[in-house]
């Protein structure tokens, strides 16, 4: 049986990797999917590959009045929402003198406001129809860190705390509130950066980037995706408020 069967689940930066990943395999799960997204043409290409179970809809997350009026709509047209995977987001490199106030505020805009505007704007469903769960896309960064990512490790220590803060307060509306915290994934993002920033030594800053993990090379999507699966599942009925760390070791044996 499908794990997923009929479930109505929005995940938000779907049209690409890991938001992706997470999509392919909820649909093969038996969801419904409701993709956000700001690519329109990534999110064409998503829901071409991902057939009938998929929609997608054009919606910047940082804005609240357009999350409010998308997913006002998706609960509409399909009568619950029962799973929200809030994994949009956007990355930044820099300390706290090379990051400007107008990055440090574009970073909390997309990676902290967004999440917050959506987990709002289900919520206000998830209470009223009987429950659900919410799987919030933190980082290792959100307990840890990293040379030069001040305004993303803000971020996503953030995002960490809403977790905590919607397990607490809705749990007793049967609402399921966790996150994960990937390692570094390999991605488009880390192969476009490892190009713009590494020209010539691609090969090298890979295979260094990939080390940097104990388990010795960098996490696949579809591994982020099986994790969103569990969390999102019937089967994680007993766990809320948790922080999982999906990261190859990295917070524990490096």
Known sequence: MPQLLNKIAIITGGASGIGLAIAQRFVAEGAIVEILDRNVAEMESAVASLGAQATATACDVADYR?????????????????????????????????????????????????PANCLRSTLRFMVADGGGSIVNLASCLSVMAIADRFAYGTSKGAVLAMTYSVAKDFLDKNIRCNAILPGRVHTPFVDG????????REAEMFEKLSKAQPIGRMAQPSEIAYAALFLSSDEAGFITGTALPVDGGTLTIR
């Open 66 to 114: 357009q999350v409010d009026d998308v997913i006002a709509a998706i609960h509409a047209r399909r009568g619950r929402i029962d799973i929200l995977i809030n994994n949009a987001g956007i990355a930044h490199v820099g300390n706290a003198l090379t990051t400007t106030p107008e990055d440090f505020e574009r970073v909390q805009r997309v990676n902290v406001f967004g």
């Open 193 to 200: 950066f490892i190009a713009k920033n590494y020209a010539g």
